[in-house]
T-cell receptor
Protein backbone atom coordinates (compact mmCIF):
# COMPACT_ATOMS: atom_id res chain seq x y z
CA UNK A 1 0.00 0.00 0.00
CA UNK A 2 1.47 3.31 -1.08
CA UNK A 3 -1.34 5.53 0.17
CA UNK A 4 -2.72 6.02 -3.33
CA UNK A 5 -5.84 4.10 -4.33
CA UNK A 6 -7.45 3.74 -7.72
CA UNK A 7 -10.84 2.45 -8.80
CA UNK A 8 -11.82 0.49 -10.69
CA UNK A 9 -8.85 -1.86 -11.00
CA UNK A 10 -10.14 -3.28 -14.27
CA UNK A 11 -12.48 -1.74 -16.81
CA UNK A 12 -13.80 -2.98 -20.12
CA UNK A 13 -15.72 -0.49 -22.19
CA UNK A 14 -17.06 -0.02 -25.68
CA UNK A 15 -16.05 2.86 -27.88
CA UNK A 16 -19.33 4.67 -27.28
CA UNK A 17 -19.31 4.38 -23.49
CA UNK A 18 -18.52 7.06 -20.95
CA UNK A 19 -16.68 6.05 -17.81
CA UNK A 20 -14.53 7.66 -15.13
CA UNK A 21 -11.40 6.55 -13.34
CA UNK A 22 -10.93 7.64 -9.76
CA UNK A 23 -7.79 8.22 -7.75
CA UNK A 24 -7.46 9.14 -4.10
CA UNK A 25 -4.29 9.87 -2.15
CA UNK A 26 -4.01 9.77 1.64
CA UNK A 27 -0.50 11.19 1.88
CA UNK A 28 -1.20 14.90 2.17
CA UNK A 29 0.56 15.56 -1.12
CA UNK A 30 -0.14 18.64 -3.23
CA UNK A 31 0.51 17.29 -6.73
CA UNK A 32 -1.28 14.50 -8.59
CA UNK A 33 -0.59 12.90 -11.97
CA UNK A 34 -2.15 10.67 -14.59
CA UNK A 35 0.14 8.36 -16.59
CA UNK A 36 -0.59 5.95 -19.42
CA UNK A 37 1.46 2.76 -19.68
CA UNK A 38 1.06 0.67 -22.79
CA UNK A 39 2.74 -2.67 -23.37
CA UNK A 40 6.43 -2.33 -24.19
CA UNK A 41 6.27 1.47 -24.00
CA UNK A 42 7.56 3.93 -21.42
CA UNK A 43 5.37 5.71 -18.94
CA UNK A 44 3.57 8.54 -20.73
CA UNK A 45 2.72 11.53 -18.60
CA UNK A 46 -0.81 12.73 -19.41
CA UNK A 47 -1.81 15.36 -16.87
CA UNK A 48 -0.38 17.04 -13.79
CA UNK A 49 -2.28 18.94 -11.15
CA UNK A 50 -0.55 21.04 -8.54
CA UNK A 51 -2.65 22.59 -5.80
CA UNK A 52 -5.69 21.58 -7.83
CA UNK A 53 -4.58 23.54 -10.88
CA UNK A 54 -3.70 21.75 -14.08
CA UNK A 55 -0.08 22.56 -14.86
CA UNK A 56 0.67 20.01 -17.56
CA UNK A 57 -1.31 18.59 -20.45
CA UNK A 58 0.86 16.55 -22.75
CA UNK A 59 -1.14 16.84 -25.97
CA UNK A 60 -3.64 14.30 -24.75
CA UNK A 61 -6.71 13.77 -26.97
CA UNK A 62 -9.84 15.49 -25.76
CA UNK A 63 -11.56 12.15 -25.24
CA UNK A 64 -9.60 12.12 -21.97
CA UNK A 65 -10.80 14.78 -19.53
CA UNK A 66 -9.21 15.18 -16.08
CA UNK A 67 -10.81 16.66 -13.00
CA UNK A 68 -9.24 17.54 -9.67
CA UNK A 69 -11.89 18.70 -7.19
CA UNK A 70 -9.43 18.85 -4.28
CA UNK A 71 -5.86 17.93 -3.46
CA UNK A 72 -6.79 14.36 -2.48
CA UNK A 73 -8.91 13.33 -5.44
CA UNK A 74 -8.27 13.05 -9.14
CA UNK A 75 -10.56 11.77 -11.86
CA UNK A 76 -10.06 10.86 -15.49
CA UNK A 77 -13.27 11.02 -17.51
CA UNK A 78 -13.31 8.86 -20.61
CA UNK A 79 -15.59 9.08 -23.63
CA UNK A 80 -15.60 7.72 -27.16
CA UNK A 81 -12.30 5.95 -26.65
CA UNK A 82 -10.44 3.99 -29.29
CA UNK A 83 -9.01 0.46 -29.02
CA UNK A 84 -5.48 1.92 -28.96
CA UNK A 85 -6.38 3.61 -25.69
CA UNK A 86 -6.31 0.21 -24.00
CA UNK A 87 -3.54 0.43 -21.42
CA UNK A 88 -2.72 0.61 -17.73
CA UNK A 89 -3.65 4.04 -16.35
CA UNK A 90 -1.61 4.99 -13.34
CA UNK A 91 -2.27 7.74 -10.88
CA UNK A 92 0.54 9.16 -8.78
CA UNK A 93 1.01 11.85 -6.18
CA UNK A 94 3.99 13.78 -4.88
CA UNK A 95 4.85 16.61 -2.58
CA UNK A 96 5.85 19.52 -4.80
CA UNK A 97 8.94 21.00 -3.20
CA UNK A 98 11.11 23.46 -5.06
CA UNK A 99 14.39 21.73 -5.72
CA UNK A 100 13.20 18.50 -4.15
CA UNK A 101 13.19 15.00 -5.53
CA UNK A 102 9.40 14.89 -5.71
CA UNK A 103 9.21 11.13 -5.32
CA UNK A 104 6.21 9.73 -7.14
CA UNK A 105 3.87 7.48 -5.19
CA UNK A 106 1.86 5.39 -7.61
CA UNK A 107 -1.53 3.79 -7.25
CA UNK A 108 -2.10 0.20 -8.41
CA UNK A 109 -3.50 1.36 -11.76
CA UNK A 110 -6.64 0.72 -13.76
CA UNK A 111 -6.30 -1.84 -16.53
CA UNK A 112 -8.49 -0.46 -19.31
CA UNK A 113 -9.63 -2.45 -22.31
CA UNK A 114 -11.53 -0.71 -25.09
CA UNK A 115 -13.48 -2.99 -27.38
CA UNK B 1 14.24 18.11 -24.91
CA UNK B 2 14.78 15.49 -22.27
CA UNK B 3 15.64 11.83 -22.78
CA UNK B 4 16.93 8.97 -20.70
CA UNK B 5 18.54 5.85 -22.12
CA UNK B 6 18.68 2.49 -20.38
CA UNK B 7 19.03 -1.08 -21.68
CA UNK B 8 15.78 -2.79 -22.57
CA UNK B 9 16.64 -6.08 -20.91
CA UNK B 10 19.19 -7.56 -18.54
CA UNK B 11 19.44 -11.18 -17.42
CA UNK B 12 21.34 -12.64 -14.46
CA UNK B 13 21.33 -15.62 -12.13
CA UNK B 14 20.33 -15.82 -8.51
CA UNK B 15 23.00 -14.63 -6.14
CA UNK B 16 24.76 -12.56 -8.79
CA UNK B 17 25.30 -8.80 -9.00
CA UNK B 18 23.76 -6.78 -11.81
CA UNK B 19 24.16 -3.15 -12.84
CA UNK B 20 21.50 -1.25 -14.79
CA UNK B 21 22.84 1.88 -16.45
CA UNK B 22 21.04 5.09 -17.26
CA UNK B 23 22.32 8.02 -19.28
CA UNK B 24 20.39 11.22 -19.57
CA UNK B 25 20.14 14.36 -21.62
CA UNK B 26 18.09 17.08 -20.04
CA UNK B 27 17.97 20.83 -20.31
CA UNK B 28 18.03 21.01 -16.53
CA UNK B 29 18.84 18.40 -13.93
CA UNK B 30 18.42 18.08 -10.23
CA UNK B 31 18.61 14.38 -9.43
CA UNK B 32 18.06 10.80 -10.60
CA UNK B 33 15.49 8.40 -9.18
CA UNK B 34 14.96 4.68 -9.63
CA UNK B 35 11.66 2.81 -9.57
CA UNK B 36 10.81 -0.89 -9.60
CA UNK B 37 7.72 -2.31 -11.25
CA UNK B 38 6.64 -5.94 -11.10
CA UNK B 39 4.38 -7.32 -13.82
CA UNK B 40 0.84 -6.12 -13.22
CA UNK B 41 1.93 -3.84 -10.39
CA UNK B 42 2.58 -0.17 -9.83
CA UNK B 43 6.03 1.44 -9.94
CA UNK B 44 7.52 1.82 -6.49
CA UNK B 45 10.30 4.21 -5.51
CA UNK B 46 13.71 2.66 -4.80
CA UNK B 47 16.26 5.44 -4.49
CA UNK B 48 17.23 8.99 -5.34
CA UNK B 49 20.61 10.62 -6.00
CA UNK B 50 21.01 14.38 -6.03
CA UNK B 51 24.77 14.36 -5.41
CA UNK B 52 27.56 12.45 -7.11
CA UNK B 53 28.43 9.15 -5.54
CA UNK B 54 26.89 5.98 -4.26
CA UNK B 55 23.74 5.64 -2.15
CA UNK B 56 23.24 2.27 -0.51
CA UNK B 57 19.97 0.80 0.69
CA UNK B 58 20.30 -2.84 1.64
CA UNK B 59 20.96 -4.99 -1.44
CA UNK B 60 20.32 -2.05 -3.77
CA UNK B 61 22.70 0.82 -4.45
CA UNK B 62 22.42 3.74 -6.82
CA UNK B 63 25.20 5.84 -8.29
CA UNK B 64 25.28 9.22 -9.98
CA UNK B 65 27.93 11.10 -11.93
CA UNK B 66 26.61 14.51 -12.91
CA UNK B 67 29.66 15.33 -15.01
CA UNK B 68 29.06 12.21 -17.12
CA UNK B 69 25.24 12.54 -17.13
CA UNK B 70 25.19 8.94 -16.00
CA UNK B 71 23.86 6.82 -13.22
CA UNK B 72 23.30 3.18 -12.40
CA UNK B 73 21.34 0.91 -10.14
CA UNK B 74 23.31 -1.95 -8.60
CA UNK B 75 21.47 -5.00 -7.31
CA UNK B 76 23.42 -7.47 -5.21
CA UNK B 77 22.65 -11.02 -4.06
CA UNK B 78 19.95 -11.26 -6.69
CA UNK B 79 16.76 -13.07 -5.81
CA UNK B 80 14.02 -14.39 -8.08
CA UNK B 81 11.68 -11.74 -6.71
CA UNK B 82 13.95 -9.05 -8.15
CA UNK B 83 12.69 -9.95 -11.62
CA UNK B 84 10.89 -6.76 -12.60
CA UNK B 85 11.20 -3.63 -14.70
CA UNK B 86 13.44 -0.87 -13.42
CA UNK B 87 12.98 2.75 -14.48
CA UNK B 88 15.32 5.67 -14.05
CA UNK B 89 13.71 9.10 -13.82
CA UNK B 90 15.27 12.54 -13.96
CA UNK B 91 14.08 15.39 -11.78
CA UNK B 92 14.64 18.59 -13.64
CA UNK B 93 14.57 21.05 -10.74
CA UNK B 94 14.56 24.73 -11.50
CA UNK B 95 10.95 24.98 -10.47
CA UNK B 96 9.88 21.93 -12.51
CA UNK B 97 9.05 18.97 -10.32
CA UNK B 98 7.74 16.76 -13.09
CA UNK B 99 10.03 13.74 -13.54
CA UNK B 100 10.99 12.35 -16.92
CA UNK B 101 11.06 8.54 -17.03
CA UNK B 102 13.27 6.24 -19.06
CA UNK B 103 11.78 3.37 -21.06
CA UNK B 104 12.60 0.84 -18.37
CA UNK B 105 14.89 -2.18 -18.12
CA UNK B 106 13.39 -5.63 -17.78
CA UNK B 107 15.51 -7.66 -15.35
CA UNK B 108 15.15 -11.42 -15.60
CA UNK B 109 16.67 -13.45 -12.78
CA UNK B 110 17.26 -17.13 -13.51
CA UNK B 111 17.68 -19.86 -10.88
Amino acid sequence: ETGVTQTPRHLVMGMTNKKSLKCEQHLGHNAMYWYKQSAKKPLELMFVYSLEERVENNSVPSRFSPECPNSSHLFLHLHTLQPEDSALYLCASSQDRAGGSDTQYFGPGTRLTVL
Amino acid sequence: GQSLEQPSEVTAVEGAIVQINCTYQTSGFYGLSWYQQHDGGAPTFLSYNALDGLEETGRFSSFLSRSDSYGYLLLQELQMKDSASYFCAASLGGGSYIPTFGRGTSLIVHP
